[in-house]
């Protein structure tokens, strides 16, 4: 069992829809991290976390540390939404590295005009 | 854009050679990490560098070799390639090794062995 399962491995929605990815990890973390991986590659960090929850633009990310779950919401969801999203950990156990992540295997989320 | 510039974009070479990737970290960055990316492994934590000192080591194997130059540059060095080292791979930046500061992914280096 991976330390990091993000839920649902896929997701299709409609443009307007309101999306949840969910991810659970099932270490000891001092923060985490939802970032987006467009096709061609390219990684952009959308939010770092490590209590309660942080809103930028239609994205809202929430933590409960001690259910030890992340949800990453994106409200009036747009065709250039799709994207895989990665959640990743910093374990508490992790030392002085800030960027020793364990990552999730990502969602695939498609959003059809 | 990141500020976080990698070369080369992409790379084709075979197995049993060595090739080096290089990371410029975005200005006044002074970590830099290097991940790959592969299909069946995903995304995983090879290396952490800061001010120059190895910080941290995660699945990097012995093959592999990174190095972080005064100029807060960097190099992934990986030998005696095999086909399943055929991945992307990511270098990224942030400003202090244990801060709450945002880490940056440059664009990556797709890697193929044939």
């Known amino acids: 069992k991976n330390e990091v399962e993000q839920s649902p491995q896929n997701l299709t929605a409609q443009e307007g829809e309101f999306i949840t990815i969910n991810c659970s990890y099932s270490?000891?973390?001092?923060?985490l991290h939802w970032l987006q991986q467009h096709p061609g590659g390219g990684i952009v960090s959308l939010f770092m976390l490590s209590s309660g929850k942080k809103k930028h633009g239609r994205l809202i990310a929430t933590i409960n540390i001690q259910e030890k779950h992340s949800s990453l919401h994106i409200t009036a969801s747009h065709p250039r939404d799709s994207a895989v999203y990665i959640c990743a950990v910093r374990m508490s156990a992790g030392g002085t590295s800030y960027g020793k992540l364990t990552f999730g295997q990502g969602t695939i989320l498609t959003v059809h005009p | 854009d990141s500020g976080v510039t990698q070369t080369p974009k992409h790379l084709i070479t075979a197995t049993g050679q060595r090739v080096t990737l290089r990371c410029s970290p975005r200005?006044?960055?002074?970590?830099v990490y290097w991940y790959q990316q592969s299909l069946d492994q995903g995304l995983q934590f090879l290396i952490h560098y800061y001010n120059g000192e190895e910080r941290a080591k995660g699945n990097i194997l012995e093959r592999f070799s990174a190095q972080q130059f005064p100029d807060l540059h960097s190099e992934l060095n990986l030998s005696s390639l095999e086909l399943g080292d055929s991945a992307l791979y990511f270098c990224?930046?942030?400003?202090?090794?244990?801060?709450?500061?945002?880490?940056?992914f440059g664009e990556g280096s797709w890697l193929t062995v044939v």
């Open positions: 270490v000891g973390i001092s923060a």
């Open positions: 200005s006044g960055d002074l970590s």
């Open positions: 990224a930046s942030s400003v202090r090794a244990n801060s709450g500061n945002t880490i940056y």
